[in-house]
């Protein structure tokens, strides 16, 4: 699923292209995508973009008289342009919204279909898509200390939370996590206050450090290769690969159709954390610690 790095470059990305010009016509392929009835498509054409920004992980597109297209990838969502004069199409496009300038087309890759578009009328309303999370580039220490333990969760867990914080996911949640150095299972409100300084300097730098990266990679072009697997991750999609920090193997936590990626010398003191398909298969032949498991590689 595409996250703060990813939404930012793709707001700068778009509103560089639109802001100023009007939607000329909104064309929904999938019925499936449209998940509201008012205001109307039609109601919307012929209106001259006034701005583009992030709403957690939603993409906002804002047109005259306060109307807005609320746009969610969700996993496999993602977004392309053509200029004026190239044929729009893609595979698996579920809509296009045509520009004066060009088209914006929304592509879902699979045959799960949980990308969502919002037309809505107002600000008000646009505040319901707000989930509430605080933006974790703008809080200060004592702001991200509140919103972590509002309520006792996983780090893995809080993180991700958009009722907490706002924009992080599956992939930078490992990244924050391996970089503060810190087990993804650890509850939050067990982190005393020496661990909070580093949660909170790790999730600014590793978010910074790659809006910043992705946009110098992007350039003036459009993003095209929007992915949650980097090759210079430290963790996220790493398991059994060498950790960016320690060169230890990556471990992982495998639950419903998602995977914690985290290293056990880096972040739970050389334990192994138990996998739930996995520990449950092996029981008593479950190794308890890298140095353990290190071991009983071939060698």
Request: with cysteine; proline share 5%; glycine share 6%.
């Amino acid at each position: 699923m595409p996250e703060l790095p990813d939404i930012e470059v793709y707001v700068s990305s778009i509103a560089s292209r639109v802001i100023g010009e009007s939607l000329e016509h909104v064309r929904v392929v999938n019925p499936f995508l449209l998940r509201s009835v008012e205001p109307r498509a039609e109601d919307l054409e012929g209106r001259r973009v006034v701005g583009v920004r992030r709403l957690g992980k939603r993409v906002v597109i804002e047109l005259e008289g306060e109307l807005f297209l609320v746009l969610h990838l969700m996993i496999a969502g993602r977004l392309h342009w053509f200029e004026v004069g190239k044929t729009a199409k893609k595979p698996s496009m579920l809509a296009a919204f045509e520009f004066s300038s060009g088209t914006l087309v929304l592509t879902e890759a699979g045959s799960k279909r949980r990308a969502s578009l919002h037309l809505v009328r107002g600000r008000k309303n646009l505040a319901d898509h707000d989930r509430g999370g605080v933006e974790p580039l703008e809080v200060d220490r004592a702001q991200f200390e509140q919103a972590l333990q509002r309520e006792n969760h996983t780090l893995k867990r809080a993180l991700t939370d958009p009722r907490l914080f706002s924009g992080i996911g599956n992939a930078y949640s490992d990244e924050i996590l391996n970089r503060a150095r810190l087990s993804p299972l650890k509850l939050s409100q067990s982190l005393v206050p020496e661990e909070i300084d580093r949660l909170h300097a790790a999730v600014q730098a590793v978010l910074t450090e790659w809006t910043k990266r992705l946009r110098g990679e992007t350039g003036a072009n459009f993003p095209k290769k929007v992915t949650a697997f980097r090759e210079d991750f430290s963790v996220h999609g790493r398991f059994r690969e060498p950790c960016k920090q320690c060169g230890s193997p990556v471990q992982r936590i495998v639950y419903a159709e998602n995977e914690c990626n985290y290293c056990a010398r880096c972040q739970t003191g050389g334990k192994l954390l138990a996998d739930r398909a996995l520990s449950r298969l092996l029981k008593q032949d479950w190794p308890k610690t890298i140095d353990e498991l290190e071991e009983r590689a071939p060698k």
